[in-house]
C-alpha cells in the first residue's frame, strides 16, 4: 500500500463520521462532505488529521474528533492517531461537496420566497388597518 492509498483509506474512515448537528436534525451528512477534513498527513505510521469546524464555538467538536480517532485507529498500517482542530482558517459553504451546496442553494431560494411572502402578508395586513383622512 502505498502513502497514497493510506491516506485514501484514512479519508474512507474519516468519511464514516458523521456530523452530530446533521444527524439532530435527522439528515446526518458526512464530515467529509460538509468539508470539516482539512488535511490528512501520514508519518512513519502517524496519521495526522486537521478538522475545520463549521463555527469556532462546536460543541460537538471533542466527539468528532475522538470518533475519527478511533475509525482511523482501525487501519492496519497506522500506529497511531493525532486528531487537531484547525483554527487558522474559517468554514464556509463552498466546501460541502457539490450535492450538500446545491441543497443549500435551494434552501435559500425557499427561505427568501417565504420572507418575501411573509412581507407581501404584512404590508398588506398593515394597509387593512390604515385609517383614510
Same mark, same amino acid.
Given at each position: ?7 485514501d ?19 446526518? @451528512?458526512?464530515?467529509?462532505? %460538509?468539508?470539516l477534513? !482539512? *488535511? &490528512? /498527513?501520514?508519518?512513519d505510521g ?23 480517532? @478511533?475509525?482511523?485507529?482501525? %487501519?492496519?498500517?497506522? !500506529? *497511531? &492517531? /493525532? ?36 412581507? !407581501? ?10 385609517e383614510?383622512?
Amino acid at each position: 500500500m502505498t502513502n497514497k492509498d493510506l491516506i485514501d483509506a484514512v479519508k474512507h474512515e474519516v468519511a464514516k463520521v458523521n456530523d452530530p448537528c446533521t444527524c439532530v436534525e435527522g439528515n446526518p @451528512e458526512s464530515i467529509v462532505d %460538509l468539508g470539516l477534513l !482539512e *488535511s &490528512v /498527513e501520514i508519518n512513519d505510521g502517524k496519521a495526522i488529521i486537521h478538522i475545520l469546524p463549521t463555527t469556532p464555538f462546536c460543541l460537538y467538536m471533542t466527539d468528532i474528533m475522538n470518533k475519527v480517532e @478511533e475509525n482511523v485507529e482501525t %487501519l492496519d498500517r497506522i !500506529e *497511531s &492517531v /493525532e486528531v487537531t482542530q484547525e483554527t487558522e482558517e474559517l468554514w464556509t459553504s463552498d466546501r460541502m461537496a457539490d450535492h450538500l451546496q446545491q441543497q443549500d442553494q435551494e434552501m435559500e431560494k425557499k427561505y427568501a420566497k417565504y420572507v418575501s411572502e411573509q412581507s !407581501e402578508m404584512d404590508t398588506a395586513a398593515a394597509m387593512e388597518n390604515v385609517e383614510i383622512r
